[in-house]
Protein backbone atom coordinates (compact mmCIF):
# COMPACT_ATOMS: atom_id res chain seq x y z
CA UNK A 1 0.00 0.00 0.00
CA UNK A 2 2.75 2.54 0.86
CA UNK A 3 4.51 2.44 -2.89
CA UNK A 4 0.90 3.88 -3.69
CA UNK A 5 2.15 7.26 -2.27
CA UNK A 6 5.53 7.26 -3.22
CA UNK A 7 4.73 10.74 -5.37
CA UNK A 8 3.72 12.31 -2.68
CA UNK A 9 6.72 10.88 -0.55
CA UNK A 10 9.30 11.87 -2.59
CA UNK A 11 7.78 15.61 -2.45
CA UNK A 12 7.27 16.07 1.16
CA UNK A 13 10.83 14.36 1.52
CA UNK A 14 12.35 16.91 -0.48
CA UNK A 15 11.09 19.49 1.31
CA UNK A 16 11.73 17.51 4.56
CA UNK A 17 15.55 17.60 3.57
CA UNK A 18 15.18 21.73 3.05
CA UNK A 19 13.84 22.63 5.82
CA UNK A 20 14.70 20.32 8.74
CA UNK A 21 17.89 20.77 10.26
CA UNK A 22 20.46 17.99 9.97
CA UNK A 23 22.02 17.36 13.34
CA UNK A 24 25.19 15.33 14.40
CA UNK A 25 26.03 12.21 15.87
CA UNK A 26 26.86 12.85 19.96
CA UNK A 27 30.37 13.50 20.49
CA UNK A 28 32.71 12.06 23.23
CA UNK A 29 33.62 9.16 24.27
CA UNK A 30 32.00 5.65 22.62
CA UNK A 31 32.21 4.16 25.91
CA UNK A 32 31.71 4.49 29.48
CA UNK A 33 30.92 3.28 33.04
CA UNK A 34 27.85 3.83 34.91
CA UNK A 35 28.64 3.49 38.95
CA UNK A 36 27.72 0.35 40.98
CA UNK A 37 29.42 -2.43 42.59
CA UNK A 38 31.29 -5.22 41.61
CA UNK A 39 32.84 -6.29 37.93
CA UNK A 40 31.08 -4.34 35.42
CA UNK A 41 28.13 -5.77 33.40
CA UNK A 42 28.94 -4.68 29.66
CA UNK A 43 26.15 -3.55 27.31
CA UNK A 44 26.65 -2.74 24.15
CA UNK A 45 24.44 -0.22 22.16
CA UNK A 46 24.29 -0.69 18.22
CA UNK A 47 22.50 0.55 15.55
CA UNK A 48 21.33 3.83 13.75
CA UNK A 49 21.37 7.67 14.50
CA UNK A 50 19.25 6.80 17.59
CA UNK A 51 21.85 4.57 19.09
CA UNK A 52 24.80 7.30 17.85
CA UNK A 53 22.73 9.78 19.84
CA UNK A 54 21.86 11.99 17.10
CA UNK A 55 19.62 14.77 18.95
CA UNK A 56 22.11 15.16 22.24
CA UNK A 57 25.47 16.89 22.79
CA UNK A 58 27.64 13.42 24.21
CA UNK A 59 26.94 9.73 24.19
CA UNK A 60 26.61 10.06 28.12
CA UNK A 61 23.70 12.38 28.06
CA UNK A 62 22.27 9.99 24.68
CA UNK A 63 21.03 6.67 24.72
CA UNK A 64 24.44 4.58 25.76
CA UNK A 65 24.65 6.52 28.71
CA UNK A 66 21.00 6.65 29.98
CA UNK A 67 20.38 3.14 29.51
CA UNK A 68 24.02 1.87 31.30
CA UNK A 69 22.81 4.57 34.48
CA UNK A 70 18.87 2.31 34.23
CA UNK A 71 21.01 -0.84 34.35
CA UNK A 72 22.92 0.25 37.07
CA UNK A 73 20.06 1.32 39.05
CA UNK A 74 18.34 -1.70 38.57
CA UNK A 75 20.73 -4.12 39.38
CA UNK A 76 23.50 -2.25 41.54
CA UNK A 77 26.20 -3.56 39.72
CA UNK A 78 28.44 -1.30 37.80
CA UNK A 79 27.12 -1.48 34.05
CA UNK A 80 29.55 -0.48 30.70
CA UNK A 81 28.32 0.73 27.99
CA UNK A 82 29.78 0.92 24.48
CA UNK A 83 28.25 2.40 21.25
CA UNK A 84 28.28 1.14 17.55
CA UNK A 85 26.61 3.35 15.44
CA UNK A 86 25.69 5.21 12.32
CA UNK A 87 23.28 7.54 10.75
CA UNK A 88 21.60 6.40 8.06
CA UNK A 89 22.36 2.64 8.98
CA UNK A 90 19.81 -0.17 7.99
CA UNK A 91 19.15 -3.25 9.85
CA UNK A 92 21.38 -4.45 6.63
CA UNK A 93 24.35 -2.20 7.01
CA UNK A 94 24.41 -2.39 10.57
CA UNK A 95 24.86 -5.89 10.78
CA UNK A 96 27.49 -6.07 7.85
CA UNK A 97 29.45 -2.56 9.00
CA UNK A 98 29.04 -2.24 12.73
CA UNK A 99 27.91 -5.80 14.13
CA UNK A 100 31.66 -7.57 13.39
CA UNK A 101 33.87 -4.94 15.85
CA UNK A 102 32.18 -6.68 18.37
CA UNK A 103 34.76 -8.80 18.07
CA UNK A 104 37.24 -6.01 18.88
CA UNK A 105 36.34 -5.94 22.86
CA UNK A 106 34.89 -8.65 25.30
CA UNK A 107 31.88 -9.85 25.03
CA UNK A 108 28.87 -8.33 26.24
CA UNK A 109 26.47 -9.16 28.32
CA UNK A 110 23.45 -7.96 26.54
CA UNK A 111 23.05 -6.04 23.26
CA UNK A 112 20.42 -3.10 22.40
CA UNK A 113 19.19 -3.10 18.90
CA UNK A 114 17.97 0.31 17.57
CA UNK A 115 16.90 -0.34 13.78
CA UNK A 116 14.05 0.61 11.17
CA UNK A 117 13.44 4.08 10.44
CA UNK A 118 15.84 3.89 7.81
CA UNK A 119 14.97 0.40 6.23
CA UNK A 120 11.22 2.50 6.36
CA UNK A 121 13.15 5.74 5.25
CA UNK A 122 13.84 3.20 2.05
CA UNK A 123 10.57 1.41 1.47
CA UNK A 124 11.77 -2.25 2.46
CA UNK A 125 9.40 -4.67 2.35
CA UNK A 126 8.29 -5.94 5.20
CA UNK A 127 9.64 -8.92 4.85
CA UNK A 128 12.81 -7.73 3.60
CA UNK A 129 12.62 -6.21 6.82
CA UNK A 130 11.71 -9.01 9.17
CA UNK A 131 14.97 -11.18 7.42
CA UNK A 132 17.57 -8.28 8.26
CA UNK A 133 16.81 -8.16 11.75
CA UNK A 134 16.70 -12.02 12.27
CA UNK A 135 19.85 -12.22 10.49
CA UNK A 136 21.04 -9.15 12.63
CA UNK A 137 20.66 -10.77 15.90
CA UNK A 138 22.31 -14.04 14.70
CA UNK A 139 25.28 -12.08 13.23
CA UNK A 140 25.53 -10.18 16.69
CA UNK A 141 25.66 -13.76 18.92
CA UNK A 142 28.07 -15.31 15.99
CA UNK A 143 30.22 -12.58 16.38
CA UNK A 144 29.71 -12.69 20.63
CA UNK A 145 29.98 -16.35 20.52
CA UNK A 146 27.07 -16.67 22.33
CA UNK A 147 23.53 -16.56 22.65
CA UNK A 148 23.82 -13.52 23.84
CA UNK A 149 20.51 -11.44 25.32
CA UNK A 150 19.11 -8.82 22.77
CA UNK A 151 16.89 -6.32 22.86
CA UNK A 152 14.73 -4.81 19.85
CA UNK A 153 13.87 -1.45 20.45
CA UNK A 154 10.65 -0.91 18.80
CA UNK A 155 9.75 1.38 16.22
CA UNK A 156 9.20 4.70 17.20
CA UNK A 157 5.79 6.53 16.86
CA UNK A 158 6.51 8.48 13.24
CA UNK A 159 2.88 9.44 13.26
CA UNK A 160 3.67 11.94 16.13
CA UNK A 161 7.13 12.88 14.76
CA UNK A 162 6.50 16.76 14.39
CA UNK A 163 8.60 17.71 11.49
CA UNK A 164 6.52 15.44 9.30
CA UNK A 165 3.68 16.86 7.14
CA UNK A 166 0.77 15.29 6.74
CA UNK A 167 0.19 12.93 4.57
CA UNK A 168 3.59 11.80 5.23
CA UNK A 169 3.34 11.35 8.89
CA UNK A 170 0.25 9.07 8.72
CA UNK A 171 1.41 7.07 5.97
CA UNK A 172 4.89 6.48 7.84
CA UNK A 173 2.91 6.24 11.42
CA UNK A 174 1.03 2.98 10.04
CA UNK A 175 4.21 1.75 8.09
CA UNK A 176 6.05 1.63 11.63
CA UNK A 177 3.41 0.30 13.34
CA UNK A 178 3.78 -2.77 10.69
CA UNK A 179 7.26 -2.95 11.12
CA UNK A 180 7.33 -2.82 14.78
CA UNK A 181 5.23 -6.41 14.33
CA UNK A 182 7.51 -7.31 12.42
CA UNK A 183 10.52 -6.66 15.13
CA UNK A 184 8.31 -8.55 17.88
CA UNK A 185 7.60 -11.37 15.41
CA UNK A 186 11.69 -12.06 15.69
CA UNK A 187 11.67 -11.27 19.35
CA UNK A 188 8.96 -14.19 19.84
CA UNK A 189 10.83 -16.92 17.48
CA UNK A 190 13.73 -16.34 18.91
CA UNK A 191 15.26 -17.29 22.63
CA UNK A 192 16.41 -14.68 24.18
CA UNK A 193 15.63 -11.99 22.81
CA UNK A 194 13.02 -9.19 23.65
CA UNK A 195 10.85 -6.72 21.89
CA UNK A 196 10.37 -3.17 24.14
CA UNK A 197 7.60 -1.30 23.67
CA UNK A 198 7.87 2.46 23.64
CA UNK A 199 5.08 4.82 24.97
CA UNK A 200 4.31 7.62 23.23
CA UNK A 201 6.19 10.61 23.80
CA UNK A 202 4.11 12.97 25.70
CA UNK A 203 6.20 16.23 26.01
CA UNK A 204 7.54 18.31 23.64
CA UNK A 205 10.84 18.11 25.42
CA UNK A 206 11.11 14.49 23.63
CA UNK A 207 12.50 15.55 20.65
CA UNK A 208 15.46 17.39 19.19
CA UNK A 209 15.50 20.82 17.33
CA UNK A 210 15.15 18.91 14.65
CA UNK A 211 11.71 17.49 15.26
CA UNK A 212 12.90 14.03 14.12
CA UNK A 213 15.51 12.90 16.47
CA UNK A 214 15.11 12.34 20.48
CA UNK A 215 16.45 15.55 22.81
CA UNK A 216 18.83 14.21 25.42
CA UNK A 217 15.60 14.01 27.54
CA UNK A 218 13.61 12.33 25.45
CA UNK A 219 16.83 9.54 25.49
CA UNK A 220 16.16 9.73 29.01
CA UNK A 221 12.79 8.84 28.77
CA UNK A 222 13.63 6.06 26.28
CA UNK A 223 16.51 4.45 28.28
CA UNK A 224 13.96 4.48 31.33
CA UNK A 225 11.54 2.41 29.32
CA UNK A 226 14.84 -0.15 28.00
CA UNK A 227 16.16 -0.25 31.19
CA UNK A 228 14.11 -2.50 33.34
CA UNK A 229 14.10 -5.18 30.28
CA UNK A 230 18.07 -5.10 29.57
CA UNK A 231 18.85 -5.31 33.49
CA UNK A 232 16.48 -8.27 33.56
CA UNK A 233 18.57 -9.68 30.86
CA UNK A 234 21.71 -9.35 32.29
CA UNK A 235 20.90 -10.93 36.09
CA UNK A 236 19.27 -13.96 34.40
CA UNK A 237 22.55 -14.10 32.22
Given amino acids: MIYLFVPILAWQGRRIRATVPRLPEAGGPTEGTARGDGAPLRIAVIGDSTAAGVGAQRHEAALPGYLAAEVARHTGRAVRWRVLARSGATAASVRHRLVPRLRDDEPPHAVSVAVGVNDLLRLRSLRTFEREVAALV ?100
Wanted: hydrophobic share 45%.
Fill in 138 to 237: AAVRECVGTPVPVALSAMPPLGMFPSLPQPTRAIFGRRARAMDRRLRRVADRTAGVRHVPFTAPSHARFFAADGFHPSSSGYADWAAELGPTVAEMVSRG
